[in-house]
């Protein structure tokens, strides 16, 4: 009963490297978001997906690309990565509209990123 | 456009004391609204939803949210808090229309003094 799973759980890079944040759902599910948790800012969209091979921009989506090759995973990329994008990253995943709009999303654990 | 506020930031309670949670929202059709809850270094989990009927809904821990659309609000409650309900509340509103992108407030940091 995996849910919403997330790797790397944390990590450190240094400025200028890069990296691929994975997520995977095992609930069929056809909407997967990527979010960013800062202090005090709650939760922001950096990418979303409403399907295999469909991304969509958030409301913060700069220095972040995103790939849905298959309908369970849903990438998250850092082509050079800077200290401004420390933060903590959540997936979320959620059945798609025609079981109801009332569909709450199921969260994974978080990906703890630190750039030096 | 749709929004959610939550007019506490911490929130500082006794074990034992009742709970209430703000949250406030914007929307211009049917609402859909969760709430949900953060323990340390978790991820968000469902605590109840409402989408029509009944306007006070019941959730998992003990606790209960009611609607007021006259008031735009879906306050959450625990009649006695306990000591684990320590955590992030994220109030959210969902889409009934063309968005699939929920729409969270900022979130409220429950203290419990034992």
């Known amino acids: 009963n995996a849910g919403v799973t997330q790797t790397p759980k944390f990590r450190v890079l240094k400025t200028g490297q890069s990296m691929t944040l994975l997520c995977a759902q095992d609930m069929n599910h056809e909407y997967m978001y990527w979010y960013r948790q800062d202090p005090g800012m709650g939760l922001r969209l950096i990418h979303y997906?409403?399907?295999?091979?469909?991304?969509a921009k958030g409301e913060v989506p700069d220095g972040y690309n995103v790939s849905r090759l298959k309908k369970q995973n849903f990438l998250l990329g850092l082509e050079s990565a800077a200290p401004s994008q420390t933060s903590v990253y959540f997936c979320?995943?959620?059945?798609?509209?025609?079981?109801?709009?009332?569909?709450?999303?199921?969260f994974g654990d978080g990906t703890r990123l630190s750039i030096l | 456009a749709q929004s959610v506020t939550q007019p506490d930031i911490h929130i500082t309670v006794s074990e034992g004391a009742s709970l209430e949670l703000r949250c406030n929202y914007s929307?211009?059709?049917?609402?859909?609204l969760f709430w949900y809850v953060q323990s340390p270094g978790q991820g968000l989990q469902l605590l109840l939803k409402y989408f029509s009927g009944d306007t006070l809904v019941q959730g998992i821990k003990g606790f209960e949210a009611e609607f007021k659309r006259s008031q735009s609000s879906f306050n959450l409650r625990k009649p006695s808090v306990h000591w684990s309900d320590a955590a992030e509340y994220f109030c959210?509103?969902?889409?009934?229309?063309?968005?699939?992108?929920?729409?969270f407030g900022r979130g409220t940091s429950l203290i419990v003094h034992p």
């Open positions: 997906s409403v399907g295999e091979g469909t991304t």
């Open positions: 979320a995943s959620r059945p798609n509209r025609r079981t109801g709009d009332n569909q709450p999303q199921h």
């Open positions: 929307y211009g059709a049917t609402p859909y």
């Open positions: 959210a509103v969902g889409a009934s229309g063309g968005s699939y992108i929920p729409t």
